[in-house]
């Protein structure tokens, strides 16, 4: 049995959420020893190296939100070969979330099911825990930190609820997302809507404005993060409101409260679990999302994140010929091991020296000419 099976199985043993804990310890504790990670990079190649957002990114596979939640890895994300990591999602306040158990694998179909609830140590503390770590020698990728609304602040104060979250964490993220998309905090969905999304993604934007006024710093990039429940109309339209207020892209998507997606096992117990699923079930409608925001933002300079259902290089490759940029994944930690960041980049570089893509952004939205 190799190591990485070995590991596997001792973990699907473990009741999930320890177990993810148990390997977030070990990446805490060994992320300063784990080899670093720029000559990696370095052979990684110039073909997948892309500056975006003001930042660059010397690979184009980023730890996905909600599986640091509390900042504790920061380090070790880009010496396993990440090109970037989303941290959070953090709320003003630290909150515990749901009881558990929250977190359930169907493994026949490679998937989670979770109702984590925005369990984080609130923006003060993580703060901190981000600055630490990017001191020294830091985290050497671009590390963004994803915001949402306290499960107590009404929906019509979430503006100001994501403001005091942007205050305490501007100064340690390279860009910021905002998450309306979690299916786990009653109501939140529902900021979804051009309102909501209005007031609060002008409130931080504006609030940058005022704060770069007193310290020069260079703007904010903030992206808004879907569901992918959304009819593509509304993707559509939050496309349409990310440009016309200026932000510098959008993630697609978050975890799905469907489960038609489910493949292998539908009868599997754990699929009546409340919660949003993710893995390869959502794959199909992410892939789909992206497409439908990527033909939309074409010529706006969006940027477009997809996550969702990427396992492995064809995975990635599919969604970046859809439109993204840059892609993200949670699930495919738990069912392909912490190598997946390098092994799905290796695999988009092997592909495109096969296929004769010189550069990925060639291969950006390249799946999109003539659909209509
Ligand atoms: C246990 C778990 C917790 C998550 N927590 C968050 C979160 O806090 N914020 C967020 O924006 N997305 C969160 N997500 C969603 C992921 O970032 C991602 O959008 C989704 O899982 C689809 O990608 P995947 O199929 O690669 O897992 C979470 C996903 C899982 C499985």
């Excluded at 001792?10 to 504790?29: G, S």
């Excluded at 000559?39 to 939100?65: C, E, I, N, T, Y």
């Excluded at 340690?172 to 998309?181: G, I, L, P, R």
């Excluded at 064809?314 to 392909?336: F, P, Q």
Aim: aromatic share 4%.
């Amino acid at each position: 049995m190799s190591m990485q099976s070995f590991i596997r199985r001792t973990a699907f043993r473990m009741d999930p959420e320890k177990a993810h804990e148990t390997a977030l310890r070990a990446l805490q504790a060994g992320g300063p020893l784990l080899v670093p990670a720029k000559g990696w990079f370095d052979k990684a190649d110039a073909s997948v190296h892309q500056h975006l957002m003001g930042l660059d990114f010397r690979a184009p596979v980023g730890l996905a939100a909600g599986y640091d939640k509390y900042g504790r890895a920061v380090r070790a994300w880009g010496r396993l070969g990440f090109g970037f990591a989303e941290i959070g999602t953090v709320t003003a306040r630290p909150q515990d979330g749901n009881p558990r158990p929250r977190l359930f694998r169907l493994v026949d179909d490679e998937a989670i099911i979770n109702r984590m609830g925005f369990n984080n140590d609130g923006a003060a503390i993580t703060a901190r825990r981000i600055a630490e770590a990017r001191g020294g020698n830091g985290a050497g990728i671009p590390v963004a930190v994803n915001i949402g609304k306290s499960k107590v602040a009404p929906l019509d104060e979430a503006a100001a609820d994501h403001l005091v979250s942007y205050r305490l964490l501007r100064g340690v993220a390279d860009f910021v997302v905002v998450n309306v998309s979690s299916p786990n905090t009653p109501g939140l969905r529902e900021l979804q809507d051009r309102d909501h999304l209005t007031a609060i993604l002008g409130a931080l934007r504006d609030e940058d404005a005022s704060m770069r006024a007193r310290d020069g710093r260079v703007p904010m990039p903030f992206l808004v993060k879907l569901a992918p429940d959304l009819p593509d109309a509304q993707i559509e339209d939050a496309v349409d409101l990310a440009g016309e207020l200026g932000l510098a892209g959008v993630v697609l998507t978050n975890t799905t409260i469907a489960r038609d997606g489910l493949l292998k096992n539908p009868a599997d117990p754990a699929a009546g679990e409340q919660g949003g699923l993710s893995g390869p079930p959502v794959r199909a409608r992410a892939n789909e999302a992206t497409r439908v925001a990527a033909r939309r933002a074409a010529g706006s300079g969006l940027v477009i994140i997809g996550v969702g259902g990427i396992m492995d290089a064809n995975d990635a490759w599919d969604r970046i010929a859809s439109g993204a940029s840059l892609v993200e994944v949670w699930t495919g930690m738990i069912y392909r091991g912490p190598g997946i960041a390098r092994d799905i980049t290796q695999g988009l570089v092997d592909r495109m020296r096969r296929e004769g893509v010189g550069h990925i952004s060639e291969l950006v939205g390249s799946a999109l000419s003539g659909g209509g």
